[in-house]
C-alpha cells in the first residue's frame, strides 16, 4: 500500500471488469501499483512518508 494525494481525476482498473474512480483532492491509501500508475500519468503525487522518503533523498519508497 502507498500514500497518495490525487491531483486530477484518475480512474484505476484493477481488473478488465472494474474501475475505482478517484477524485482530485483526495488522499489516501491504495494498492501500490494504482499509486505508481497515477504518479506516472501525473494524476497524482506522493503523500505522508513516501513522500518524506522522496523529499530525503532516498531512492525507494516504503514497499
Known amino acids: ?3 497518495v494525494r490525487f491531483i486530477k481525476d ?3 482498473k ?6 475505482i ?3 482530485a483532492g483526495w488522499e489516501g491509501t ?3 501499483e494504482c ?4 504518479v506516472t500519468a501525473g494524476k497524482a503525487v506522493w503523500a505522508g512518508k513516501d513522500a518524506e522518503a ?3 533523498g ?5 514497499r
Do not use: C, H, W
Request: glycine share 4%; no cysteine.
Open 58 to 62: 532516498e531512492t525507494e519508497i516504503s
Open 35 to 38: 499509486a505508481e500508475a497515477a
Open 14 to 19: 484493477p481488473t478488465s471488469q472494474s474501475t
Open 21 to 23: 474512480g478517484y477524485k
Open 54 to 56: 522522496l523529499n530525503n
Open 10 to 12: 484518475f480512474d484505476y
Open 30 to 32: 491504495v494498492k501500490r
Open 1 to 3: 500500500m502507498a500514500r
